[in-house]
């Protein structure tokens, strides 16, 4: 790999991934890497699929692919380069920003630029689930269907997505699943079974709060079905890291996970997967190379911590 001094990034952008408005992206870009002795171009996606289009087609000319985008963003690009020995860099620039959150990145665009300049190498997990990859989580039941829901939204960001939360709780059936971790079978009703790599949703959600980004394990989080006055409970306990303490949650972690029932639609990093197949998950161990915030430095006259 190249020495850090001489990488060669490529930031891809999609325009469209959170509250939008990212067309001076390229000149914030600019600004923070013109003085260094680095190559950097910029690009935007048009589409679905344009971010791994954009790295497969560019492969030989950089060394860093830089996802500038939500979880769905993030998600095409660590599929191009997971298992390679190229490097993945994130500015979280998203709905829920999941992997940025997890990894203490800035979630103000032009200082987590910053951070990247002074950012060290870290090598992490993905997770796989019929031969997609995934770094954050993979669900099938309610968060599936709200993916699904947001997914068909012309409005993004935090607000609609809870929206659609509110509106579809109550009408939601939760649904039998047969369920075999490490070859221990069982079967449960769930409102929800979520895989995870990393420990939230996004949004500081922990729907897995143990999970840990490079363990080598897949953490399962089973939200069993619940009365509708635990539901306030449920919501806080999500959001201050405490789910797995509940009455409701089942808790586990393993390495290959078998997800068998009737309704198997699922989402992979917020992306809603229209299935009717058997989810087959695995852990695959140390398979990306990732830029993370690093210790203060000055650089073209900015200091800033990492």
Known sequence: MTEKSNYRYLFIINPVAGIGGKKYFPEMIMRVFGEMDVIVETCFTTGRGDASRLVRENWERFDVFVAVGGDGTVNEVISAVAGTEKLFALIPA???????????????????LKEMVASHLRIIDTGKVNGRRFVNVCGVGFDAHIA???????????????????????????????????????????????????????????????????????????????????????????????????????????KEILIEGETLGYQVDGEPIINNQPLQLSVDGKSLNILVPGSIRKVAGLSFAG
């Open 94 to 112: 998203g709905s829920g920003n999941a992997l940025g959150r997890e990894l203490g990145l800035s979630m103000w665009p032009a200082r987590a």
């Open 148 to 254: 699904g829901r947001f997914a068909k939204s012309k409005l993004r960001g935090p607000l609609p997505y809870v929206a659609h939360v509110l509106r579809d709780f109550m009408a939601y059936q939760p649904h039998w699943y047969r369920i075999t971790i490490d070859e221990k079978t069982f079967r449960r009703k769930a409102f929800v079974v979520t895989v995870a790599n990393t420990s939230q949703f996004g949004n500081n959600a922990y729907i897995a709060p143990r999970a840990k980004i490079d363990d080598a394990l897949l953490d399962i989080c089973i939200l069993k079905p619940f009365p509708v006055g635990v539901a306030p409970d449920l919501a806080l306990r999500l959001f201050n890291g405490q789910l797995d303490r509940s009455k409701y949650c089942e808790y586990h972690q393993g």
